[in-house]
């Protein structure tokens, strides 16, 4: 059964308002609280029993499955390794996201891995999301691990969002990728308070003609902290792209360093990276037509975020 809370933070992490239809394995204090599987998708708790391994079957399109993650238990650090075998040719979603609830001193958080492997001109569009809440002071971090391996003309549209209320969080992203592959990975992260984000990405153009593009979008506030590291490894002719941007706040600090390695004369990789303050001239426009100084803030933040 789904509480209050359980539902607040499905809505959050994964915008749903009660069990899904389709595939899904919604996972409650580091245990199965529901399963469903359909003919194309497969769930299956993996041998280690510390996560799932999710099949999708060559061909499927137009499916989807649900896979998010909440805590609300004082103590709890919760780790799981999850695999996903995309097969041949199929064409699917995949919703995925922790929420933690925090409401004593004692720290919260989860610690998750997610492999996948895409078979030959398969797709996918991976969604994930991050949220915590709650009165308590415990500490409530976040530790996402993403591996990403692409077979031929296989294609990855990963958004991976954090939206607030975490503490501490650390992100480690890896990808290598086979001929003609494609990866587009977006990463929304917003800090406030004295909270830390660390985010590190590794990615390798393996293959003949494979293309990547990272973005990373950062908004800074309060005493915040957060640092992002990229690297873009070209191995055969290829086309990567690196876009690093951030708003700093308040007394926020940020660090932002990308890495081009070119191992191949006809490999070509190009970066932009930003780091700044809110305009002047935006806040005034916005105020001019009617908003206080908050709202203008606000709406310039998540137009950025977009």
Request: net charge negative; charged share 25%.
């Amino acid at each position: 059964m789904l509480d209050a809370i359980d539902k607040e933070l499905l809505k959050a992490v994964a915008d749903l308002e009660a069990i899904p239809k389709g595939a899904y394995n919604i996972r409650k204090n580091g245990e199965l609280l529901s399963r469903e599987v359909t003919a194309n998708i497969d769930i299956i708790t993996n041998e280690e029993k510390h996560g799932i391994d999710i099949v999708i079957k060559p061909g499927t399109k137009d499916e989807s499955v649900h896979i998010p993650v909440i805590l609300s238990k004082a103590g709890l650090m919760d780790v799981v390794y999850n695999r996903f075998i995309i097969g041949e040719d199929a064409d699917v979603t995949i919703i995925a996201g922790c929420g933690i609830h925090c409401g004593s001193e004692e720290p919260e958080g989860h610690a998750g891995v997610h492999e996948f492997r895409l078979e030959k001109n398969s797709r996918v569009r991976y969604v994930e999301k991050h949220f915590a809440s709650g009165p308590g002071r415990g500490k409530r971090t976040l530790s996402p691990t993403t591996r990403v391996f692409m077979d031929e003309g296989s294609q990855a549209e990963m958004e991976l969002t954090q939206m607030g209320g975490v503490d501490i969080a650390k992100r480690l992203n890896e990808a290598v990728l086979g001929p003609r592959a494609s990866l587009l990975i977006t990463e929304r992260v917003m800090t406030d308070g004295v909270q830390e984000a660390e985010s590190r990405n590794t990615i390798v153009l393996e293959g003949t003609d494979s293309r990547c593009e990272l973005i990373s979008r950062s908004v800074i506030k309060g005493d915040s902290n957060q640092d992002f590291y990229a690297t873009i490894e070209a191995r055969a002719r290829c086309y990567g792209h690196l876009e690093c941007d951030a708003i700093v706040m308040d007394n926020g600090t940020n660090e932002t360093i990308p890495a081009l390695k070119s191992l191949h004369p006809d490999a070509e990789l190009t970066h932009e990276a930003a780091i700044g303050k809110i305009a002047n001239d935006q806040l005034l426009k916005l105020m001019t037509l009617g908003m206080d100084y908050d709202q203008a803030v606000n709406r310039i933040i998540r137009g950025f975020l977009q």
